[in-house]
């Protein structure tokens, strides 16, 4: 009885799987300019490892490591950024323990500088000219100087992956849709993970981030678009 409702709940889940569409039509062709900046966002151990048994997280794995080097054979390299959660110290003095972000990083446990869970996870190559900022929320300028960086480098367009869509990516996308930059979310390269994952994915690639509107492209746009684009000033 178990195993035939696990049948049953996989292929629930395999039908509910939505395709997750573009903004812009594959025969397009389109650039980010020259003064754009990636963003890798969260990709630390205590949030890839969960998502790296299953066959969505090896492939959302696979194609941001390959967006990743891809970015990294740039010459001159575009302004990079990844982002990292962890506190200051086991007393995570930067929330309350109790507080609504307190309680979703709870499982993350007492997540600092040097902890294993807070490391880049290993699929992703991290070079020193790479700019590695610590974040204490969902919005990946928070506790940071995200913003002053942006500013300071000139940077009109962000190209976004990460995890979760529904943490730090939609969060993200907001703050920065509202500071005036043009955004590009890579739909392979974001996963979200527990229950309505397929649901909640596609609400927010097909319906939410359109909106705004920003733009949802897939890996294959996004590495044809990064071969058009720059030299990269910063
Ligand atoms: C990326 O996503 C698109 C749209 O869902 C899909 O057609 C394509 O096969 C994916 N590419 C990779 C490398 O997973
Ligand atoms: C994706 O695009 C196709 C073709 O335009 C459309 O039929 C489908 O409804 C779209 N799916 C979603 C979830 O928006
Ligand atoms: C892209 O494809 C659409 C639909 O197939 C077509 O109407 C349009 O002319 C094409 N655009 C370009 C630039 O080729
Ligand atoms: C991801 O890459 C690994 C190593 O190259 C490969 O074995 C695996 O089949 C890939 N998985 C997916 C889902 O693309
Ligand atoms: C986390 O740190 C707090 C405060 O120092 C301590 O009370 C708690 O036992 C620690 N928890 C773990 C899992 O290390």
Do not use: C
């Not at 007492?110 to 290993?122: F, K």
């Not at 930059?181 to 994915?201: C, P, R």
Request: aromatic content about 8%; charged content about 15%; hydrophobic content about 45%.
């Amino acid at each position: 009885m178990k195993v035939l409702l696990a049948h049953l709940l996989t292929l629930l889940t395999l039908a509910t799987a939505q395709t997750i569409n573009s903004t812009i039509p594959a025969n397009q062709t389109f650039n980010f300019g020259k003064h754009y900046a990636v963003l890798n966002l969260d990709l630390i151990d205590g949030t890839v490892s969960g998502v790296a048994t299953t066959s969505a997280g090896q492939a959302f794995i696979n194609s941001t490591s390959k967006w990743i080097n891809a970015v990294h054979n740039q010459s001159p390299k575009p302004l990079i950024i990844f982002t990292r959660i962890y506190f200051t110290t086991v007393q995570k003095p930067e929330i309350g323990l109790e507080t609504p972000f307190g309680i979703a990083v709870a499982p993350l446990g007492n997540i600092t500088e040097t902890s294993a869970v807070s490391q880049i996870y290993s699929a992703f190559d991290v070079l020193d000219t790479d700019v590695v900022l610590q974040k204490t929320r969902y919005y990946a300028g928070a506790g940071n100087g995200l913003e002053e960086i942006l500013r300071a480098q000139g940077i009109d367009t962000v190209i976004l992956s990460g995890l979760r869509t529904s943490g730090v990516i939609l969060s993200t996308v907001y703050r920065l849709f509202d500071l005036d930059y043009k955004i590009y979310v890579i739909s392979n390269n974001t996963i979200e993970v527990g229950n309505d994952a397929a649901l909640i994915q596609s609400a927010a690639l097909n319906g939410i981030i359109p909106k705004l509107p920003a733009d949802v492209i897939t890996i294959e746009q996004a590495l044809a678009a990064l071969k058009r684009s720059g030299p990269a000033v910063w």
